[in-house]
């Protein structure tokens, strides 16, 4: 029933943040935002919601395993299978941003913070309202950048009229859909691991960190069949931006999170390894297939350690 319950739960959540996703696009374009910022901001914050509702839930739970594993697991996921299948399937791989020279620290910076301040063994709410001015400092320069680039001419695919009044009942609903599905996707999530034996850290980083990454996938390869890599990119990029700042920020001021660093040190040292190549791709523009495959065995070494957990 459990399992019933959790994959019931984990399609509210992904549908919640598909509504949510697809009207803040909405908005975006009608205002004419470019297409980075988009995929960087607006998207990479909607697409990271399921992450944030399901860490918030868990650390008000008192579960700061399962809320610190989501968090780690995704950022994971984001670059070893989403970015990885956007190199695969993608016919065309040319992007007009420079990731390296724009971009790069900013997918690096929260990662080497992060485990800075977990060394302590605690990410406390003074190290919450951090991670959150740092995550206010890259929207500062994204916003920074966008007025130093032009309008991309992007149209929606549908010839509706914009109308706040059909927008914001749809937020709401999204909304809604986002809080309710986080809720029970925790309880039976916490549920199965009891029942099984199985930690809520294995729990956490497989389970809900694919679950919730779900929405990444499907906006990221979306937006790469439709040859908008720059959307692709920019969403893997703002998406762990906003998981290691914004979504552990949240969760850790509604209740500090503790965790044993010696314990999950392959999984941290992944998410730096993931992190690091992602660097090394934007340094040397390494926008193909075999960098997807790369990214691939990190996933299966990922994957193997952590079902050996079981």
């Known amino acids: 029933m459990d399992f019933i319950i959790f994959i019931i739960a984990m399609g509210v959540l992904i549908w919640g943040a598909d509504v ?38 868990a650390s008000y739970d008192g579960r700061p395993e399962i809320a610190l594993a989501n968090v780690i697991g995704s950022n994971i996921l984001n670059i070893t299978l989403v970015l990885a299948t956007v190199f695969l399937i993608a016919t065309k791989i040319n992007p007009n941003r420079d990731f390296f020279a724009k971009d790069s620290t900013w997918a690096l910076m929260p990662v080497l913070i992060f485990i800075l301040m977990i060394i302590d063994g605690e990410i406390s709410r003074f190290d919450a309202m951090l991670l959150l001015l740092l995550m206010g400092a890259y929207l500062m320069f994204l916003l920074q950048d966008a007025k130093s680039m032009l309008e991309d001419e992007i149209e929606l695919e549908n010839n509706e009229p914009f109308s706040w009044s059909k927008i914001a009942p749809m937020l709401l609903l999204g909304l809604v859909l986002v809080i309710v599905g986080a809720h029970f996707t925790i309880e039976s999530a916490s549920s199965i691991a009891k029942s099984f034996g199985i930690s809520e850290w294995v729990i956490g980083i497989i389970m809900i960190s694919l679950g919730t990454s779900l929405p990444e996938l499907t906006v990221s390869v979306t937006a790469a069949l439709k040859g908008k890599v720059d959307m692709a990119i920019g969403n893997i990029i703002g998406s ?41 791709i934007t340094a040397n523009k390494l926008y193909s297939k075999p960098a997807g495959i790369s990214l691939i065995i990190i996933l299966g070494l990922f994957l193997n350690n952590t079902l050996q957990q079981i």
């Open 20 to 57: 949510l996703i697809n009207q803040s696009e909405r908005i975006a374009l009608e205002f004419k935002i470019p297409e980075f910022i988009i995929g960087a901001t607006l998207i990479a914050l909607g697409t990271s919601l399921p992450e944030m509702a399901a860490s918030i839930a």
């Open 240 to 280: 762990n931006m906003a998981n290691t700042t914004v979504v552990l920020g949240a969760a850790a001021l509604v209740h500090p999170l503790s965790i044993n660093p010696s314990s999950y040190i392959f999984d941290m040292a992944t998410m730096l390894v993931a992190t690091l190549i992602l660097v090394f």
